[in-house]
């Protein structure tokens, strides 16, 4: 049954075959060479280029009816599909640049120069006939396509009675009909651009702006639709489905499509940008819903760019990190985006839920923040886009929120507390802590996890006084409410105190050891050695004492010093005890009262000073002197060996 106004036409088998190789359509508007490039281009044809004598005849002959709207001041009907290459002289075709087989050019009218490198066709006085000509005069456009070009009509609502595919076919009032694939087609009136129905005669549509050609976007008045619209911009685009339509009608490739370049001649590609679709009724306060019965991951990475400052003497830890936590929120979704995330940046994070995070650390303190950056927002693609809707005016990819990610990023400097444990300084091994948790929510809606390793380094681990060795993360649960732990470990460089603290204080330790060596009758020279080398040390020990932290107990470097002042003190001692039992020793020889028993000997055996060296050596502050020389270094060797193992046990905790 056909129903409205229909006509008899007897028509091929190869025009009714939508796939027909090389057909040719003549568009009669005179436009530049530039432009007619451009114009075919929309409809995903090319400017048609006669590859034989036959083929030139039958294109002339088809569309000499519109010389009229096509001659000008050149005589020409339209362009032809090549280009003339200045420095080789050839005309080289449009669509692979290489020369052209075959040409019908008039004689003297084929060469090549910098102001004919275009060529025209047709004419009344030179039929079938080419010639050279400026790129910048105007003729029409004769396109050639591999089929009937095949545009689709976007913008309408889902419920509407026009087709929304329509294919160039025949002429109507010397303009291209756009011929829809069931009942309603788009024609010139002589007037305007308008859509009817031979299906339905109460539907039309008018476009209100008269343009040549209603390609690209362009508003209509509507009559007679299911659509509530009366009055709705459309979209009519010969793109195909990976590319987007510009509002001129331009087709460009997807991924161009906000990228932060304008690509299209109206820069149209770089409008409408953000990537977020936020539907009626999201509240920002509200955490994103579960999708299972699983509660939402909220995926946590922290990056440790820098440590700024790590401070013994006020227990402090400064650095500077980036946290990113990434979740999904299916109540949202995203168009356009790009591969590289940093390209899908949210322009209004307010009107998102995004997750506030709260910094402890080992003392259960606040962090302080120092600097940031107030955050970032992103959308990570995970998936490919959802199925395409033409009732959306531009060919925006779609994708879902529950499979592609929000990406908040921030950037922070971090003051903490640390609970240091500074009894085996400077061989000890400090570690700190901070605690990461997402306020407002709990296990049952979201949950903190790792991102990956879920902690890297990207500073300089060597500081002034300590070197970073190790950094753990691990996640604890509290209450129903899920933390990031993570944990910094430091070990003290203690090479700078080995050489201007421990090296110097054990010569001065060795110098009031030697002491021990002097002759017992020079006291003075003994106990000045030993008194200067106790002063030097305590000097050393105050000094120390100003750089190093001040704890209520002792640490190893004290204790280094406490002994080794103790040791130059008790070498003090003994030196004053031996003089003191050698000048007894002396007055007993002197006193008149005392009767001294005498050994006679032959002489020639031993001299008078032998005698007296052997007198002296026998004595008993020979005797206590030497056993000091004995005792003084193993007491300092069990010490040393003591003190080697507690610093060791520093190193390895």
């Not at 929309?42 to 002959?61: H, M, V, Y």
């Amino acid at each position: 049954m056909i129903k409205g106004q229909t006509q008899l036409f007897n028509i091929s088998e190869d025009e009714v075959c939508r796939h027909i190789p090389g057909y040719t359509m003549l568009f009669p508007e005179k436009k530049t060479f530039i432009d007619s490039i451009s114009w075919c281009d929309k409809l995903r044809g090319d400017i048609a280029l006669p590859t034989s004598l036959e083929n030139n005849i039958q294109i002339f002959d088809k569309f000499i009816e519109f010389n009229n709207e096509c001659f000008d001041v050149w005589q020409a009907l339209y362009w032809v599909g090549a280009s003339g290459n200045v420095s080789s002289g050839q005309w080289l075709r449009l669509i692979d640049d290489q020369p052209i087989h075959w040409h019908n050019f008039k004689d003297s009218w084929e060469s090549v120069t910098d102001k004919y490198s275009c060529i025209l066709a047709g004419g009344i006085l030179h039929p079938y006939e080419w010639y050279h000509a400026p790129c910048t005069v105007i003729a029409c456009v004769m396109c050639n396509f591999t089929s009937h070009p095949e545009v689709h009509l976007r913008g309408l609502c889902e419920s509407s009675l026009f087709d929304r595919s329509l294919f160039l076919h025949e002429y109507i009032n010397n303009r291209p009909k756009f011929d829809g694939a069931r009942h309603s087609s788009i024609i010139w009136n002589n007037k305007s651009w308008v859509m009817e129905s031979r299906l339905y005669p109460q539907l039309s549509a008018k476009m209100v702006d008269q343009m040549d050609y209603p390609v690209g976007l362009h508003l209509w008045n509507i009559r007679g639709d299911k659509c509530r619209q009366k009055e709705v911009y459309l979209l009519l685009t010969a793109c195909r489905a990976d590319e987007f339509t510009c509002d001129d009608g331009t087709c460009i490739d997807k991924s161009q499509r906000c990228d932060l370049s304008t690509d299209c001649p109206d820069h149209t590609d770089e409008l409408t940008c953000d990537v977020m679709a936020i539907p009626e009724g999201y509240s920002a306060q509200l955490p994103p819903p579960k999708i299972t019965l699983k509660p939402v991951p909220l995926l946590f990475h922290l990056n440790i760019t820098s440590i700024r400052e790590f401070n013994v003497v006020s227990f402090t830890l400064t650095i500077d990190v980036i946290i990113t936590i990434r979740w999904n929120d299916s109540r949202v979704t995203f168009t356009n985006l790009q591969e590289d995330h940093r390209k899908n940046k949210v322009k209004q994070p307010g009107l998102l839920w995004t997750p506030e995070l709260m910094v402890t650390d080992g003392t259960q303190s606040w962090v302080q923040h120092g600097q940031t950056d107030g955050g970032d927002l992103y959308v990570v693609k995970m998936t490919p886009p959802m199925a395409d809707n033409n009732a959306v005016l531009h060919e925006d990819d779609v994708y879902s929120g529950s499979n592609n990610s929000l990406l908040y990023r921030l950037h922070k400097t971090l003051k903490s507390r640390c609970q240091l444990d500074l009894e085996s300084y400077p061989f000890d091994t400090q570690r700190c802590s901070l605690f990461f948790t997402v306020q407002g929510i709990t296990d049952f809606s979201g949950k903190l996890d790792k991102e990956g390793a879920g902690l890297t380094f990207a500073g300089t681990r060597q500081l002034l006084e300590y070197n970073l060795v190790d950094e753990t993360i691990h996640d604890i649960t509290e209450e129903q409410v899920t933390q990031m732990k993570v944990r910094l470990k430091f070990t003290n460089l203690y090479k700078y105190y080995t050489m201007n603290a421990f090296l110097p204080s054990t010569m001065m330790l060795v110098i009031s050891y030697f002491s021990l060596y002097f002759d017992l009758e020079d006291f003075q020279d003994r106990i000045m050695v030993s008194l200067t080398s106790l002063l030097v040390l305590a000097a050393f020990f105050s000094q120390t004492s100003l750089t190093i932290p001040k704890t209520s107990y002792l640490k190893l470097i004290d204790v280094w010093y406490v002994a080794l002042i103790s040791y130059v003190f008790f070498v003090i001692i003994s030196l004053i005890f031996v003089e003191n039992l050698r000048l007894r020793d002396i007055k007993q020889q002197q006193c008149p009262h005392k009767t001294i028993q005498v050994t006679p000997f032959a002489p020639g055996h031993i001299s008078s000073k032998e005698l007296a060296t052997t007198i002296h050596t026998n004595s008993l502050p020979a005797r206590l002197n030497c056993f000091l020389i004995v005792f003084f270094p193993l007491a300092f060797f069990v010490f040393f060996v003591y003190f080697v193992a507690a610093c060791a046990d520093g190193l390895k905790e």
